[in-house]
């Protein structure tokens, strides 16, 4: 991930309640055409480009085009979530804790995954844990690892009044750049406040 990253595509992992409160909320934003700060409060601005919601089932997949509506620039996808997470520049997980092996599990999934950021809404998983499903050399800088953002929106998300804990490693090379972490406190900020 880059600072010079000119539109920035999100890939939803699981759109269960929460995750279809964070997408609605994001696609919110992206319809009314808002910036996120890109480095480090600059005045750079990026603006995202498209939303992928992943799912398991068709019929999840009806409930999402029910709940936002038919939208041009958000994908929904059916079983492929290597294909979505490869386009994406940014990961967000909101799937339940015993199915993040499904989403994150596949060789596919874990090498598109290099270079991108992981943000986990996933209840009672550590980064450490996320880092295992991450597979081997999941760290590091530019393309060569996965930086990790762990955060526990609560309930009122769903009427985007949550607030948003977030967390990531502090310790060099496996803390997220700026622009990440940004990024991050950007997409929580459509479903209410991050602390």
């Given at each position: ?6 539109t ?50 068709h ?19 059916v ?117």
């Amino acid at each position: 991930m880059t600072d010079t990253v000119a539109t920035t595509v999100v890939t939803f992992l699981g759109c269960g309640v929460f995750g279809t409160a964070i997408l609605r909320g994001v696609v919110s934003a992206l319809e009314k055409q808002l910036t996120y700060p890109y480095s480090n409060g600059a005045a750079a601005k990026s603006t995202l480009k498209c939303v992928y919601a992943c799912v398991r089932t068709h019929s999840s997949a009806q409930r999402i085009r029910y709940s936002i509506s038919e939208k041009e620039h958000v994908k929904i996808v059916v079983g492929d979530n290597a294909h979505a997470v490869q386009a994406a520049d940014v990961v967000v997980l909101c799937c339940r804790p015993g199915n993040v092996g499904v989403c994150l599990g596949p060789d596919r999934v874990r090498n598109a995954l290099r270079g991108k950021l992981l943000i986990s809404d996933v209840a009672g998983l550590s980064i450490a844990d996320l880092s295992g499903y991450c597979g081997p050399g999941h760290h590091g800088s530019g393309d060569a690892g996965v930086y990790i953002v762990r955060v526990m929106a609560n309930l009122a998300a769903m009427i985007q009044e949550s607030i948003t804990v977030a967390t990531m490693q502090e310790e060099q090379p496996y803390r997220p750049p700026p622009a990440a972490t940004n990024l991050a406190q950007w997409i929580f900020e459509q479903v209410g406040r991050v602390m």
